[in-house]
């Protein structure tokens, strides 16, 4: 396997958080020699970086446990991890049960002092009274100096929000989009 010799990468910015140096095998910054033989003379070094949470490594990200529910429909199951602001969605959002996601959001907001997170991994559809509903959160949220954190947007539901320009509502964030489907 022929490795490319490195070159020097432009300045690029951190966030906060931190830098770790990652241990590497010093032969892998050059090509056409055994992984075993000595660096040629001359040859670069390559030091790898990779940005943490701040000192000691990476920072590890707990898993919310979905051990409530608050809703269970047959078109839309609402569950949450209590002691937790955290509220994962599975199924249709409509206007039939937009006032029982506007609930749950409330309820989380009144468990934990932080951001409300909502995971929207499984939603499969959502129309504009669950996008109200969510918009009218975020903004309540806002009030108070904090965020709703969409997670798992799909991209049919990113576009959706762009296009009715609900993406600029204070307190909303998109943390992590969905990939398209191939």
């Given amino acids: 396997m022929a490795l490319e010799r490195s070159r020097i990468l432009p300045h690029v910015g951190f966030p906060r958080g931190g830098l770790q140096k990652v241990g590497t095998d010093e032969n892998l910054a050059w090509t056409g020699r055994h992984l075993g033989a000595l660096r040629p003379?001359?040859?670069?070094?390559?030091?790898?970086?990779?940005?943490?949470?701040?000192?000691?490594?990476?920072?590890?990200?707990?898993?919310?446990?979905?051990d409530r529910v608050e809703l269970d429909t047959a078109l839309l199951r609402i569950a949450s991890a209590s002691g937790s602001p955290w509220l994962r969605l599975t199924g249709d959002v409509d206007v039939s049960n937009a006032p029982d996601l506007a609930r749950a959001?409330?309820?989380?907001?009144?468990?934990?002092?932080?951001?409300?997170?909502?995971?929207?991994?499984?939603?499969?559809?959502?129309?504009?009274?669950?996008?109200?509903?969510?918009?009218?959160a975020a903004r309540a949220l806002d009030d108070r100096e904090r965020v709703l954190v969409l997670h798992s947007v799909t991209p049919h539901l990113d576009k959706l929000v762009r296009l009715i320009g609900?993406?600029?509502t204070p307190g909303l964030l998109t943390h992590c989009r969905s990939r398209q489907a191939p």
């Fill in 166 to 168: 609900w993406d600029a």
């Fill in 105 to 136: 959001l409330r309820a989380a907001d009144a468990r934990s002092p932080g951001d409300v997170h909502l995971d929207l991994s499984g939603v499969d559809f959502i129309d504009v009274a669950g996008l109200r509903a969510i918009t009218k």
């Fill in 41 to 66: 003379e001359g040859e670069e070094r390559m030091t790898v970086w990779r940005i943490t949470g701040g000192e000691g490594g990476p920072v590890p990200r707990p898993v919310p446990r979905y």
